[in-house]
């Protein structure tokens, strides 16, 4: 891809976001071009976008409820406008709390139609971090089908991680649709089958959900720390752990890509594909 | 009306009375000496001013000599020393520049122990902005944590403590997007009423932008403003310096001192700051840049000046305030979070003033945030200090910083305690299971999943995957940096000097077992009443012994950053916290604690902890020795702390250092692990187990000929390592420690299986399944969290 | 019989700080809302339970935990005299879309917002046991963020309207107290109020 014709990403700053940096970075080593947006830049200059993404972190530090403040914020007129032309949108982590608290996602009846609460865990409260296996759906209208089913090794980092909605119906009406775009899953892709490979207690075990038309994902891990083999823990179980020990010794293959650099391509791919059509 | 404190008219119970009722903690003789200093009576401002520089926080009043007696600061590589906040020393070319790696130390104690959940969060506040104040990016946080006993006599108040400042740090420092890149956690009931809360910072910047906290000497030809950034100025936190020097007489009085954490706010700063000095750096414009922290806007304002030789006139009534209503003295000694201070030119100042109001809309991200100029710099090395019209203090700036020493007695105690008789036929299996249910040896990833470990996309070797954290922060260099930090209170209450020594060279072992050369250490020396001659004995041990462990240890070789094999390990920074002591009158255990900082040069080679691969050799390094003193066995099995301490031979932890640095650069080590508390049993259970005790293998283990007796084979505490090498390069291996003098112990090799076999002259000595060992060695954390009894957040 | 015991920050509560700017600031409500206070509010239940000595076992209950609050940074305080009720489950039905110009007196709501019931059964073990011992029969625990909201309006219907709109988040221009899929507005108490009651 010639460097003229790189889809151009912006990653949005709200205040107190925290991974807008590693997100560009993964953005661009997916070929795309990466700026970092503050919250309060004149919205017209997102027009020149053709992707988005909205990173973890803890904007307005969760205050009312994550991703509550934020999600009222002026720069998501743009967002919206952006979304109806089809642009790609990744909000991970804090940044997909915002994505479902504008509305944005899962974008059925439109508004608010779930939340991603407070997670649920057996022995313990407040933040959880460690690594989970995404199992993805190759069904999904999402860009993110590209994984084409894969099980991908995750890092998460939340507290309120946990989709749960009070709509009758709707997760099997999202399932139904392809609209869950991850779950969380064993190491051979089988059913999490609750706490502890389910880390929140989320419904019907989803990790990223996207709206109708696929272009908007909202995920709860984080892709842009496993981008590079080189993040992934040596003694992960499964096809990634064995190859990040078997690249001991070699910066060279820990340079290479890691588990989350797919969703990235994936991503950019379809915004070079819009951009093109 | 600025009141004046004529301090040679009162008779001394006047002057108690006085003192007592504006809250200072200065003593009489000291309030005097304000007044000979500045050869006229002194304001209350004035007053205010020096109790807080003159604290034993922020003078050093006790420590100084010491610490500039008995420490190595310097170094070819250092390029600044312990003489600001934060201590920067040479880390490497990486990414076509030089890096210099950013290391401070603070305690957060005394605000734990009465508010657990601030306390802990504002202690990480204050640690950061030290290192941010440099130019630096702050890439990694350590939290070094003490708690009482938590099955003692204060169980409930402890865990409660220990509940809140976990909770503290999380909701802190995640949001703060600085990775957590571990610590460590102690319980010993000593602590039972002053925990102990650590906070370690490490930052990167390139040499060329290493930002310093004085007025740059371009003030000489051209006006400078100062401008104070962040938090409108409130009375929380005043006081906070003497706080931080008083005993506590009940935890639940004191609350004036601490302050209200915001790391939204300190986050936004931290990019607002970064575009200021982006540029500045690019317009070639000279700044100082210092963060407030005690002694708040009259302290940051005069060693700003005084650091660049200059003076500083400051207005109190531009300041951004929550109240008109505070005091002169609250506002220029308060220790509000979230504020730095700048230096600038004044043509500098407007646009300056842009970013923060405007670009980053402080405004609004926090009511009454704000960046104002308050003051400005003058060519007369005067301090003066003024609200609108009224005069507060006006004095030479060198009486202002001058500080204050003491010389105090020293008595240090050492406890010597006979071994216990042991029994013998004990079944050691079960002995290992109890060790490894013990809360100061149990799985600490319960702990470590509240921290966010991986934000910022450097972290290589996270907390608990082996004995160091390991960043790899460049993109095309495999350069890395390993940080890592240790104290053995167990220890150092049998003898302060060996405490102090031992944590020297357990911090040496742990990054040797990553390949990393020893940079630069930080500490912070956590002690009870210099007052008394006893805490104070121990401190000044634990100085020697630390300065004597650097200089016996060395820096060994390392060919990039021009430092000779033989040049001691400098002490870039550190901290001194006194006073650590309950109403009670007992001192907690002498408790310094170290982080040593270290260089990677290709984090390729760096191994975990666990073991890799069934059929690999697994050797010993370090004779087993009997020095079951201060240690987990004894204290368990026999309720004992008796018997010898572990010696620091600081030859013989360089000698086996330099062999695991060494082998694991050349690409040997499969896994390495120090042997510490519990001994080569508990260190061989955590390499099967380790973070990840799912993909765990096992260790068919024959122990070597020794006169010793089989528990103390298994669980004395001398140090050393235990390492995989890879099937192929155990010749290499064996050649690198006859080069160093250093005998390598075979033990035996890696199972598939993942269980624990160990066997000695062909007997079994004990045999325990892998899910054996993870039930004992996971449960007990979690259940000194117990769900409900944690304190408020 | 019930005890609600509403605490109190003695420092600085950034989030009502926060929340003032969103809904002054970003949605709109500037001048119609009049004042915001946020509280934690904690409801204890003992059917049979005599309220003296419910409440003296509470007092004791406080002092051994800081699980409910903390003296060194919030101020706690029971709320006998007028126990407030259940109150009314704000609904979507009730919103009202902001008025362009605030209109009529000044209205007082509180507003109680509770995540999923709000119930904490890791409390009501621990507390339940210490209170059994005492005599008092503890049934219920349940935590949620007290809301103290102050607008304006021509009636109380209007006033509800109001309230319901700036709670319940519907969308990214819509309400912002909480999130209706997981979290329960109720309205404990909607009163009409002059001014000087206001202030004193």
Partial sequence: ????????????????????????????????????????????????????????????????????????????????????????????????????????????????????????????????????????????????????????????????????????????????????????????????????????????????????????????????????????????EGDWGARRQAAMGSWDDLQGPGPGHALFTAMVAAASRRKES | ???????????????????????????????????????????????????????????????????????????????????????????GTADGRSWGLVLSHESHNHPSQVLPFEGAATGIGGIVRDVYCMGAEVVGVLDPLRFGDPNGAAARRSREIMAGVVDGIWHYGNALGVPNLGGDLVFHPGYDDNCLVNVVALGLVPEDEIVRSRVPKEAADEQYDFILIGKPTDESGFGGAAFASIILDDEEENRGAVQVPDPFLKRVLSQANKAVLDLARVEGVPIGFKDLGAGGIACVSSELAEAGGFGMKVDLARVSVSSDELASRVIACSETQERYGLAVPRRFSERVLRIYNEEFDLPHVYPGACARVVGEVTNDRRYVLTRGDEVLSDSDIEVVTSGIRYDRESAPEVMELPAPVRESNRDLGRDLLMLLADPNICDRSYLYQHYDSEVQGHTCLRPGEGDAGVLSPFMDNPLGLAITCDGNPWYGERDPWRGAALAVCESVRNLACQGGWPLALTDCLNYGNPEKAGPFGA???????????????????????????????????????????????????????????????????????????????????????????????????????????????????????????????????????????????VCVTEMILGRRPESGRGLKLELPASNLALDIQ?????????????????????????????????????????????????????????????RAWRRTLPDLFPAGEGGTS | ?????????????????????????????????????????????????????????????????????????????????????????????????????????????????????????????????????????????????????????????????????????????????????????????LEAVSRATMEA
Wanted: net charge negative; proline share 5%.
């Fill in chain 1, 1 to 236: 891809m010639s460097a003229l014709s790189k889809p151009r990403a912006a990653v949005i700053q709200f205040p107190g976001v925290n991974c807008e940096y590693e997100s560009a970075r993964a953005l661009r080593a997916a070929g795309a071009e990466a700026d970092v947006l503050r919250w309060n830049v004149d919205s017209t200059l997102l027009t020149e976008y053709d992707l988005f993404l909205l990173p973890g972190g803890f904007s307005y530090q969760d205050r009312i409820r994550a991703g509550a403040v934020a999600a009222k914020e002026r720069i998501l007129d743009a967002v919206a406008e952006a979304i109806e032309l089809g642009k790609p949108v990744l909000g991970i982590c804090n940044g997909a709390q915002v994505l479902v608290e504008a509305g944005f996602v899962p974008g059925l009846a439109g508004g608010l139609e779930l939340a991603i609460a407070p997670n649920r865990m057996p022995d313990r409260e407040g933040y959880f971090s460690d690594w989970r296996f995404l199992k993805s759906n190759p069904e999904s209208p999402s860009w993110a089908a590209a994984l084409n089913g894969s099980v991908l090794p995750v890092p998460f980092a939340h507290g309120e991680g946990r989709f749960t909605s009070r709509n009758e119906g709707l997760f099997e009406q999202l399932d139904a649709a392809g609209q869950i775009v991850m779950r969380y899953a064993k190491a051979d892709g089988s059913a999490a089958d609750g706490w502890p490979v389910n880390p929140n207690g989320s419904v019907m075990d989803v990790a990223g959900i996207c709206n109708r038309a696929g272009n908007v994902l909202a995920m709860m891990p984080h892709p842009e720390r496993c981008a590079w083999l080189g993040q992934v823990p040596e003694m992960l």
């Fill in chain 2, 1 to 91: 009306m600025e009141a004046v404190i004529e301090v040679s008219r009162l008779t001394e119970a006047e002057l108690a009375e006085v003192l007592s009722k504006y809250s200072l903690t200065l003593k009489l003789d000291e309030a005097r000496k304000v007044e000979e200093l500045l050869g006229r009576a002194p304001t209350l401002t004035e007053l205010t001013l020096f109790d807080t520089m003159w604290s034993e926080h922020c003078s050093y009043k006790s420590s100084r000599r010491f610490l500039g007696e008995n420490l190595p600061t310097d170094g070819p590589d250092v390029i600044l020393g312990p003489v600001e906040d934060a201590g920067i020393v040479r880390l």
């Fill in chain 2, 539 to 681: 401190f000044v041990e634990g100085v020697r012994a630390i300065g004597a462990a650097c200089r016996g240890i060395g820096r060994m070789t390392e060919e990039e950053t021009g430092a000779e094999p033989n040049d001691p390990i400098p002490v870039i920074s550190g901290n001194v916290s006194f006073y650590n002591e309950s109403s009670r009158g007992a001192a907690i255990p002498p408790s310094p604690i170290v982080a040593l900082a270290g260089r990677v040069a290709d984090i390729s080679r760096v191994p975990g902890q666990q073991f890799k691969g069934a059929g690999n050799p697994v050797f010993m390094i370090g004779e087993r020795l009997d020095e079951m003193g201060g240690g987990v066995y004894n204290r368990l099995v026999y309720a004992s702390k008796g018997g010898k301490l572990p010696e620091p031979d600081f030859g013989k932890v360089r000698a086996e250092a330099l062999v695991m640095i060494q082998a694991v650069q050349a690409g040997m080590v499969k896994a390495a692990h120090d042997i510490a508390e519990g001994g080569l049993a």
């Fill in chain 2, 714 to 774: 298994l669980f004395t505490e001398t140090g050393g390592f235990v390492t995989e090498i890879a099937t192929d390069r155990v010749d290499d291996f064996k050649a690198l420690c006859a080069r160093h003098d250093v005998e390598p112990y075979r033990l035996g090799e890696v199972t598939e299986e993942r269980s624990l076999a160990i066997a000695a002259a062909g007997a079994a000595v004990l045999n325990l399944a892998g899910d054996e060992l993870e």
């Fill in chain 3, 1 to 189: 019989m019930r005890l609600d015991l509403q605490v109190k920050l003695t420092t600085i509560d950034l989030v009502r700080a926060t929340a003032w700017l969103s809904l002054t600031e970003t949605l709109g409500w500037q001048g119609i809302l009049e004042g915001l206070t946020r509280y934690d509010l904690w409801r204890f239940e003992s059917p049979d339970a005599d309220l003296a000595a419910f409440r003296a076992a509470l007092d004791v209950e406080l002092e051994r935990t800081s699980s409910y609050y903390n003296p060194n940074k919030q101020a706690r305080e029971f709320l006998t005299e007028n126990t407030l009720g259940d109150g009314r489950r704000l609904a979507l039905a009730d919103t009202r879309p902001r008025p362009e110009q605030p209109e009529g007196d000044l209205w007082r709501a509180l507003v109680w917002v509770t995540d999923e019931g709000g119930e904490r059964p890791d409390l009501l073990r621990a507390s339940g046991a210490q209170l059994r011992a005492r005599g008092v029969n503890l049934t219920s625990v349940r935590t949620g963020t007290l809301w103290d909201i102050r607008l304006h309006a021509q009636d109380e219907a209007h006033a509800r309207g109001f309230v319901a709109g700036l709670a319940l988040s519907r969308d990214r221009r819509k309400g912002l107290l909480l999130n209706p899929h997981y979290q329960e507005g109720h309205l404990l108490k």
